[in-house]
């Protein structure tokens, strides 16, 4: 067997020394050998190539996935701002109103302060204060400085041994005043002018000065004994207040 082999290889060299289409043939043969080796080794790498290349496509797909997610919960995130603004208006919008509905109790809780401060010095005001405001109210409107405004009501006039009630009265200027819940007829109207005129008389006595303002308040009254008193006050120069006008005198 090595006989057959040595004597081969002997021939095979011999051609390759001898024969030059014979050396061109191997020479090509070994070349295109070398050849497919080498396209082998590039097959190899290019598939590793291709492999590396799927793998960064999928990680840039995981990629681009993970980005539109994260888009995607921004977008979801900017809603939720929006909506926490939208909410946060509304609540300035409620607390604003809240805000303005707590002026207008405060408001109205003053008032009602006031109203129920007017309603006790109402329920414990007789008629008498409630003419005597008005009358301060006319001194006002006459001119009267306010330092001389002081009204009594029910005041008691004593003169020597002489001594009256008078419903109304103030010293300067001399004030002289009768009030009455309710005159039925012309004759009690007529009687209620002579208790006045009488006051009137006593008290310029007392005091020396004339009346500068003589009044009669009714509270009710016929129409006719109305219309009466309206009259005669005139002619005796006495202020005559009706009822319609005392429901409307604040109390003090």
């Known amino acids: 067997m090595a006989r057959v082999a ?11 020394e001898k024969d030059l289409e014979f050396r061109y043939a191997v020479a090509g043969y070994l070349g295109l050998s070398e050849i497919l080796k080498r396209l082998e080794e590039h ?16 990680g840039q797909n995981k990629l681009w996935e993970n980005a539109n997610k994260l888009w995607e919960n921004v977008n979801k995130l900017w809603e939720e ?6 909410g946060q208006n509304k609540l300035w919008e409620e607390v604003r109103g809240l805000r303005e509905t707590y002026v207008r109790l405060e408001g109205r809780a003053t008032g009602l302060e006031r109203a129920v401060a007017t309603l006790a010095r109402t329920v414990g005001a007789t008629l008498n204060d409630f003419v005597a405001s008005f009358v301060e109210e006319m001194l006002r409107l006459s001119g009267v ?7 009594s009501a029910s005041a008691r006039i004593v003169y020597g041994e002489t001594v009256r009630e008078v419903d109304l009265f103030n010293v300067d200027p001399l004030v002289v005043g009768q009030v009455t819940t309710y005159i039925s007829n012309v004759d009690e109207a007529k009687s209620e002018l002579d208790k006045l005129l009488e006051d009137v008389r006593f008290v310029e006595r007392l005091t ?11 509270e009710n009254a016929p129409r006719d004994v109305v ?18 006008l005392i429901t409307k005198i604040p109390a003090h």
């Open 6 to 16: 040595g004597r081969l290889k002997k021939e095979f060299l011999d051609l390759l």
């Open 43 to 58: 097959d190899k790498k290019f598939e590793e190539v291709l492999a590396e290349i799927r793998a960064l496509r999928e």
């Open 81 to 86: 701002v929006r909506a926490l603004r939208e």
């Open 145 to 151: 400085p306010e330092e001389k405004i002081k009204v």
């Open 208 to 218: 020396g000065k004339k009346v500068f303002m003589a009044i009669l308040a009714v």
């Open 227 to 244: 219309e009466f008193l309206e009259a005669e006050c005139e002619n005796l120069d006495v202020r005559f207040i009706p009822g319609r």
